[in-house]
């Protein structure tokens, strides 16, 4: 590699780079290698596929690619000049690939995607309805690109916004270009870039970080991770451009430990970047410079905490610190330096809009929120995986014409935004414009992307009570209101699902959540009642049934309901006496039955009988006695 030494060096290898890297009509395929099409065997795809390509004496080149964004059907890859897409592809596809598609130009009907059996086959990558709503801004080299290789990332125009920026804008200029973009940022507070960006560079002092927060620890969110994994060059362009903007000389990239991959490729990334001019000092000949590397966190969710974040990159202890002063204020960054942290699909936002305009930006998504989000797709959804939209797209078209609807055709219950952090969203608010400010009206919030999506046989009691386990199990400790405010709420929660719910219980889980919201430290307290405060909005009733009736309407909740078999629908198979433990299932002549006073509501004969005749209901009530 040699080192571009000046923005003309740089110019003349992109047009050279450009002609030669991905030439059209030249045979081609783009195998997903993200983290989840790893799992399901991409690498072994990849090697039988050279190996066929080797013995047919066919020189086609073999681009690993980042996550395409099809999880659930992976390994997916696109096969050019053709453009066919193929589906969970296997490694005995590769000869049939190389002397069907490659040697021949013919599609593999096998491979190709359709929405059930009955329907004709999508050739086309965009014929398929799981992308045809999709915009990429964030996402836009994933699929495309091996992040691995930086001639690819230039050739499709990586590293120009840069050169643009290093050209013939100043910092201020570049500042004003993404504040007018109204760039929120995509983590989930959703504050403008742009005024962050403005803070940090009015702090007094010479020396300033740029911070990527790549501490991704929702469950079921794996969007910074696709971007770190499938696009590492992109994120840090971004962080140069904020660098350049505001003056700073050093950063860090902070990932979790569990995300080898991303770690990796950073790393690869970095190294590429510093040996080609891009990072280090005098950046493509000009006076900028500018330092990276790559922080690896143990895990911990609050870490995803700014100041948190910070003490674990100074090597203490992720503990939330109080505030003022900020990050972006001396004394509030890392060892005490002015600091700007976003996250890290924010930064991969800038690049595109330093080379399109802040106009063009703006022409994508609402008014207070433009461009696009990438969701991490993931629940009782028929297509699971990574998307991303326009901003103001509804969450029917999220779920239903990009998901593909409720697995099994069960009936939509709710869906989760905002991971741990967020709300449950019942079936009236799916044709709700998601953006930033439609959600947090609502009780929910965008978070950093996750969208769980739940149906008729999840309970939503239990699910809070997920959700919350998580956040007391991710607390710090170092605040009382959190610390022992999610444990009280825990302990409730429980109680109320084991069928140990008393009158009042509802009541005191309230006044808890509130306390909590209000007394925390950081916002890992702050928001933790959320899950909880969402579904006691929505769906109240079912906390009342749990309490009052001791009765789970999913199911789901062991020790609730009145179990009983409906001699209607036995055949006696005997597997439901089989099946308890505890002799409750007693047998008569002609029929089963279940010793109420024995049963003690473990749900084994339930889950033990093949055709459903084992029924749950609702405690009858003694007489006179009410709520």
Known sequence: MEKIKSIEDFDNLRLLLKEETFKE??????????????????????????????????????????????????????????????????????HEIVSATISGGFPIRKLLYRDSVADEPCEMVDTVPYYKKQMRIALKNNGVIDPRQIYHFIAVGGYSALAKALSSMTPDEVLEEVDKANLRGRGGAGFPAGQKWKHSKKAPGTLKFVIANGDEGDPGAFMDRSIMEGDPHGLLEGMLLCAYAIKATYGFVYVRHEYPLAVVNLKHAIKQAEEMGFLGNNIMGTDFSCHIEVREGAGAFVCGESTALVASIEGERGFPRPRPPRLSEPGGGVWGYPSNLNNIETYACVPPIIENGAAWFKSIGTENSPGTKVFALTGKVKNTGLVEVPMGITLREIIFDIGGGILDGKKFKAVQTGGPSGGCLPEEYLDLKVDFDSLTKVGSMMGSGGMVVMDEDTCVVDVAKFFLSFTKEESCGKCPPCRVGTYQMLEILEKITAGKGEPGDIERLEKICRLVGKGSLCGLGQSAP???????????????????????????????????????????????????????????????????????????????????????GKVKKQAGVGR
């Open 25 to 94: 009509d030249v045979p081609r395929i783009r195998l997903c290698s993200g983290t989840a099409c790893a799992a399901t065997g991409s690498h072994k795809v990849a090697a039988d596929l050279e190996h066929e390509l080797e013995a047919s004496h066919k020189h086609v080149e073999i681009v690993k690619t980042g996550c395409q964004g099809f999880c659930q059907q992976g390994p997916v890859m696109k096969v050019e000049p053709w453009g066919y897409y193929y589906q969970k592809v296997k490694n005995s596809d590769a």
């Open 530 to 616: 959320n899950p909880i405060l969402s579904t006691l909005k929505y769906f109240r009733e079912e906390y009342e049934e749990h309490v009052h009736d001791k009765y789970c309407r999913a199911k789901v909740c062991s020790g609730l309901g009145t179990f009983t078999i409906d001699h209607s629908e036995c055949f006696l198979c005997g597997l439901c006496k089989q099946a308890c433990a505890f002799n409750a299932v007693k047998e008569s002549r002609r029929a089963y039955f279940i010793d109420q006073d024995m049963c003690t509501k473990c749900k084994a004969c339930f889950t033990a009988c093949p055709i459903g005749a084992v029924k749950i």
